[in-house]
């Protein structure tokens, strides 16, 4: 088993949508969860960095926890076409290895 | 500010050959690390540094070496080439274990083919 699983997509929205990305883990122990955002033929960069259960927001971005049942969220409001890029859940161990999803790639249409 | 920058961004390589794939980082960063991106399998950790002189196996490390001879440089080796080492490598870098919100930066990657 994976220690991230996360929906591939592809997702396509129209401008303003609210956005939902899931994913799920396996490891109960995992503390710090983030969010990545990653533009076509670019690294990497990170969204939102959450620690324990709970939610997070920043700007149009809310990011959410729930241990119990092991999922974390993503929700953009408001979607922009230049919010189409590819989002990448990940979580770390506390020696510092992290584990990312698959990434779910998402098109916001004007 | 450059941030983190590898070298080369792209290569075609034969299968047997051997190369050494760069990473260099300005932001004084104790830790680095190296991923390879493969569709449907997302980030994979290869092999990590949590400081000057040390490495560390990550994920899959099998077919690949790392040195962290000086802080900034954090080098990826493939001695012998084989096909499915064919992937989109990406390096990071972290400040450290010192402040648990510390994120990592990426650089843009390494294009890798093996044919």
């Known amino acids: 088993q994976k220690e991230v699983e996360q929906d591939p997509g592809p997702l396509s929205v129209p401008e303003g949508a609210i956005v939902s990305l899931n994913c799920t883990y396996s490891?109960?122990?995992?503390?710090?969860f983030m969010w990545y955002r990653q533009y076509s033929r670019k690294g990497p960069e990170l969204l939102m960095y959450?620690?324990?259960?709970g939610n997070k927001e920043d700007g149009r971005f809310t990011a959410q926890v729930d241990k119990s049942s092991k999922y974390i969220s993503l929700f953009i409001r408001d979607s922009q076409p230049s919010d189409s890029a590819t989002y990448l859940c990940?979580?770390?161990?506390?020696?510092?290895?992290?584990?990312f999803g698959t990434g779910t790639s998402l098109t916001v249409i004007p | 500010n450059a941030g983190v920058t590898q070298t080369p961004k792209f290569r075609v390589l034969k299968t047997g050959q051997s190369m050494t794939l760069l990473c260099a980082q300005d932001?004084?960063?104790?830790?680095m690390y190296w991923y390879r991106q493969d569709p449907g399998m997302g980030l994979r950790l290869i092999h990590y540094?949590?400081?000057?002189?040390?490495?560390a196996k990550g994920e899959v490390p099998d077919g690949y070496n790392v040195s962290r001879l000086k802080k900034q440089n954090f080098l990826l080796g493939l001695e012998s080439a084989a096909p499915s080492q064919t992937s989109v490598y990406f390096c990071?870098?972290?400040?450290?274990?010192?402040?648990?919100?510390?994120?990592?930066?990426f650089g843009d990657g390494t294009r890798l083919s093996i044919l």
């Open positions: 990940a979580t770390r161990n506390t020696g510092n290895q992290f584990y």
């Open positions: 490891n109960s122990a995992f503390q710090y």
């Open positions: 959450t620690y324990s259960s």
């Open positions: 932001m004084n960063h104790e830790y």
């Open positions: 540094s949590v400081g000057e002189g040390t490495t």
């Open positions: 990071a870098s972290q400040k450290g274990q010192g402040n648990l919100n510390q994120p990592q930066h």
